[in-house]
């Protein structure tokens, strides 16, 4: 037999080892209570990660399936309606005066207050291209910075533009069309007075309308 804690192998029948010493039945007994403790039966790790995935699972709750075209919002159309005619026009006959005032300030006042002499034709014409800049920056400047004048804020009007962003060359254009358009004749209030909307020409041809404000 052999010596379980040594190794010795003898042919003698006795209870203990001849080159240890070790009792044979106590080493027996040792060595099969460390191969019980070793050999415990334990679960599979794939068992118990299955296990554990399954409880996980149990205390998740399922969420609803989002699609992009179920977030989809409905934009609302801001419907114009023009101010009545004969509030616009108001308006505009009080930002006719101010803008007359502010051309006497910048000229004919300040030539005069200098002692100024004969007017020449030149000077004629520089004046009115000084009062046709500033009326076409009053409106611009206005229009862009307040989305009214003068005038149509004292009637509480104000322009918005249908289907377009009111930014600086909008409101340019929409001064240097409507004094354009004004000279021959008040073109454009004609054609505002002609037409079932009662919009200006100007107005009309740059999709820009005066609302009054809500």
Request: glycine share 6%; hydrophobic share 45%; aromatic share 10%.
């Amino acid at each position: 037999m052999r010596c379980k804690k040594c190794g010795y192998v003898f042919f003698e029948e006795t209870s203990s080892c001849p080159k240890c010493g070790a009792d044979i039945d106590e080493v027996e007994e040792e060595t099969l209570l460390i191969e019980d403790e070793e050999t415990e039966q334990t679960a599979p790790l794939f068992i118990e990660a299955e296990r554990t995935g399954k409880s996980e699972r149990k205390k998740t709750t399922p969420t609803p399936l989002q699609l992009p075209f179920e977030e989809e919002t409905k934009i609302e159309k801001r419907i114009l309606i023009p101010a009545p005619i004969g509030i616009r026009a108001g308006a505009s006959l009080i930002d006719f005066v101010i803008v007359v005032a502010i051309g006497l300030l910048t000229t004919l006042i300040p030539y005069y207050a200098c002692g100024g002499g004969k007017v020449t034709i030149l000077q004629v014409i520089f004046w009115i291209v000084v009062f046709i800049l500033e009326t076409i920056i009053y409106f611009s400047l206005f229009h862009y910075l307040m989305g009214s004048t003068l005038g149509k804020s004292f009637f509480e009007i104000e322009i918005a533009a249908q289907d377009k962003e009111l930014n600086f060359s909008l409101c340019l254009l929409k001064s240097i069309l409507g004094f354009i358009l004004t000279l021959p004749f008040f073109l454009t209030w004609i054609y505002s007075l002609i037409n079932e909307e009662e919009v200006p020409l100007h107005d009309a041809m740059l999709g820009v309308l005066s609302i009054e404000k809500e």
